[in-house]
């Protein structure tokens, strides 16, 4: 199994591109950092009417043939975009399963990705994620990676293809299926509840000199987050 990109190999492609200050970026969040997530949850039981995107879609399983249009040579490519790739790469080159890919039904070009894991891979994830996640419980699925390609965003197809991804996890035997979104990534956020995710726990990441520490606590039913809270007010 590939691990995820460490800062070493992160440094050393950075530096063989060049990109010296966004190099002086990634070794500072690595020294000092503090960062929360929200771990948002649906439950498969309970009855939810999927959105729909602008563009007709499908969902299926990830074939050969969509991988480099899903992720291209970086090449070319703002920092932002090609970390996103090289580390969805890695998580392709771990084999941990199963990746799900959302078809532009018009010209039947892959528009958006995402994986779907279950408690059986609960080693190959915590290896390949260091622990950002819970152990999946029996019941439970974990949704992780959402990419959707820069010409296919605002589309509305990131929340029609999870919900149906996610309803997948049945098939593995999940009830439960849970995601990790930084709190300030509002667009995810939302995206997620359009999908059917609430948000059940609240991540939280602290980094010190290389030294890190994380922990998860428990929200109360309902929770609304601060974006909900300011939208409500």
Known sequence: MKARPTLAHTAYQLLAE?????????VASRLYGHCTSYGLRRDLEVPFAAPKAKIPIAVRKLIASDIPVLLPDQSGLDAATSWDIRVRRAHLESEIPQCYVAVDQRNDTPCYFQWLMGP?????????????????RPHEALLEGAYTPAQYRGMGIMPAAMAEIAERAAEIGARYVITFVDRLNIASLKGCKKAGFNPYVERHDAQLLFRSKRSFTLLPEPFLMPHERRQGA
């Not at 059986?120 to 999946?136: G, R, Y």
């Open 18 to 26: 060049g990109r010296v200050a966004d190099l002086g970026k990634r």
């Open 120 to 136: 059986a891979h609960n080693a190959e994830i915590q290896a390949f994620f260091q622990e950002s996640f819970p152990l999946l």
